[in-house]
T-cell receptor
Framework: GAGVSQSPSNKVTEKGKDVELRCDPI?????LYWYRQSLGQGLEFLIY????????KSGLPSDRFSAERTGGSVSTLTIQRTQQEDSAVYLC????????????FGEGSRLTVL | AQSVSQHNHHVILSEAASLELGCNYS??????LFWYVQYPGQHLQLLLK??????LVKGIKGFEAEFIKSKFSFNLRKPSVQWSDTAEYFC?????????????FGRGTSLIVHP
């Protein structure tokens, strides 16, 4: 079956530009997560969506980062005025109801800010 | 703050050697525990999980992990590694008693298996 789909797979942008990263979760999965993975680091939690509840934004590193999830499905992570320290692999994952923490990951979007 | 520690950042083994990767966490309540694996060029995928019951958990490809509550540990083991086990391994913990559905990940362990 179809897994978690992320686009673009690679994005190179100039410092100060805005970027949008897209995630299409597994159909029927109620939870959606965004994490960030930097070289040599673990996974840094960014934001969590569960059904129609208000998202948990506690991991967003600054107000330049925002995310939305439309219709309980596709999610977009937006980074405004990108900085070089934003360079990382942005991972999206979805999770089925009743299995908290069991994540199905996408391939990731590699962001490089020049 | 909640934390997950993986003590070995880089491990190099020869084929047929035994493997044990350490994972410790700082939560005091009920937890769900996971090991994820990322093979070269592939996405992260679940290797095994513990929700409740038998603390010795069997996963795919001959991996197992043991939950020792008194030691706050969930170490990953494999009796005989193969070259194809070369990958990055991540431990993750979900604090259920705290009402969290957001797993915290360790920094990962890079495993290289020489043929």
């Amino acid at each position: 079956g179809a897994g978690v789909s992320q686009s673009p797979s690679n994005k190179v942008t100039e410092k100060g530009k805005d970027v949008e990263l897209r995630c299409d979760p597994i159909s029927g999965h109620t939870a959606l997560y965004w994490y960030r993975q930097s070289l040599g680091q673990g996974l840094e939690f960014l934001i969590y969506f569960q059904g129609n509840s208000a998202p948990d934004k506690s991991g967003l590193p600054s107000d330049r980062f925002s995310a939305e999830r439309t219709g309980g499905s596709v999610s977009t992570l937006t980074i405004q005025r990108t900085q070089q320290e934003d360079s990382a692999v942005y991972l999206c994952a979805s999770s089925p109801s009743g299995r908290p923490g069991e994540l199905f990951f996408g391939e990731g979007s590699r962001l490089t800010v020049l | 703050a909640q934390s997950v520690s993986q003590h070995n950042h880089h491990v190099i083994l020869s084929e047929a050697a035994s493997l044990e990767l350490g994972c410790n966490y700082s939560y005091g309540g009920t937890v769900n525990l996971f090991w994820y694996v990322q093979y070269p060029g592939q996405h992260l995928q679940l290797l095994l999980k513990y929700f409740s019951g038998d603390p010795l958990v069997k996963g795919i490809k001959g991996f197992e992990a043991e939950f020792i509550k008194s030691k706050f540990s969930f170490n990953l083991r494999k009796p005989s590694v193969q070259w194809s086990d070369t990958a990055e391994y991540f431990c993750a913990v979900n604090d259920i008693s705290g009402g969290s559905y957001i797993p915290t990940f360790g920094r990962g362990t890079s495993l290289i298996v020489h043929p």
